[in-house]
Each structure stands twice: as C-alpha cells, then as structure tokens.
C-alpha cells in the first residue's frame, strides 16, 4: 500500500511531490482535471453526469454518478457518506473493487490523504475530491451541473400557482376557483418533478 498525501494543488509521497492537480471551471462547473507530473491522468467532462478518464490522450475509464470509476475495465465505488466528506474538517472514506478494499481516503487539517494498493486509482480519487480538503458547507461539487438561479425555478412555479388561484377566486381570466386549484396542484406536481430530476445529489 502507497500513501499519498494531498495539499495546496500538489500530491506528495511522504516529502515528495510527485504530481499537480489543476482544474478547469465554466462557473461552478468543472469541465477539466489534470494531474501532472510524475503521473499523468486527464479527466474531461463529456456530458451532465460523466467523465471521461484518459492517458496519453487515449480513453482509458471514465466517472459516473457518485464517483463510480470504470478505469481499464475494473469498477470502483465509494463506501461512506461523500456528503458528510465534503463537510466535514475530518472524514474517512472506502475504495471498493468488487468487495475488495482498494484505498481508503481521509482528510484533516486542510489535507487529503489516500492509502491505496492502485497508485492510479488513488490519485483519480484524490483529483475529484481536492476541492474539498477543507470543509465545504455549500456542496457544490455533488449538485455541480445547477446554477444559483435556477434554484428558484421549483419556488417560481408554485408562486405561479398561486396566482392563478387567486386570480380564479375573483372570476380573471376566464377560470374558476377549481380551475385555478387544479392548476396549483399541477404546479406543485412540477415544482417536485424539477428538484427530483435536476437538484438532487450526485451520490
């Protein structure tokens, strides 16, 4: 098992810094990671909820939803709470390939650290969850393809809504009251449609 440690942009063995981690952002959204150096790996975002991993610019794996890697044809999940990670100053999490622990990830005191049997797995790990050496209170990786201001889009809705129920109640537009409740519950309906399919978390 090797450990690699994590900190300020830069992975080291024990004193050793033996790659950088840079990112590429359009806004909240990470579009590009690149570990470079004695290793390197470049991870590019291909659609809402995928990576694609490549080595010497050839697809070698990619990420899916809740940092599930495919990476030459093995499969890797996570094991633990990668919300409570993201938050936390001191958290652990479990590397697993098919029942086998691969790696085990923690982080303290502003640091990230792997120990890990699969040095490229390990790093590819590290790269994704770097943002988050110190806590972060608005997880902002796990909902990362979401805008600020479309947040508000399911509150809009149901305010909508609410308008025409009013409306109704006085006879506008043409609708009664009914019609203006069975347009509230419809907004409602949609209001909870929007934040299942495009606010819920990544994990």
């Known amino acids: 098992m090797a450990v690699y440690v994590y900190r300020n942009g830069a992975v080291y063995d024990g004193e050793t810094r033996i790659a950088d981690i840079t990112r590429t952002n359009s806004g909240l959204r990470t579009d590009e990671i690149i570990i470079s150096g004695n290793y390197n790996i470049d991870i590019k975002r291909r659609d809402r909820n995928r990576f694609e991993i490549m080595q010497s610019g050839a697809p ?32 652990e999490l479990t590397v697993d390939s098919m029942g086998t622990p691969v790696a085990t990830i923690s982080k303290s005191n502003g640091e990230i650290k792997v120990d890990t049997s699969n040095t490229d797995v390990g790093l590819i790990y590290l790269a994704f969850l770097s943002p988050y050496a110190s806590p972060v209170l608005n997880n902002r990786y796990y909902r990362r393809n979401v805008s600020p201001a479309a947040r508000y889009i399911p509150l809009l809705i149901l305010l909508i809504g609410l308008v025409f129920i009013s409306l109704s109640s006085y006879g506008y537009l043409g609708l009664n009251y009914n019609d203006g409740l069975y347009i509230f519950f419809a907004a409602i309906i949609l209001s909870y449609a929007i934040r299942f399919l495009f606010f819920r978390r990544r994990y």
């Open 60 to 91: 070698v794996g990619d990420e899916t939803r809740g940092l599930k890697l495919n990476y030459y044809g093995q499969e890797y999940r996570i094991i633990g709470d990668l919300n409570w990670f993201v938050k936390s100053p001191a958290a």
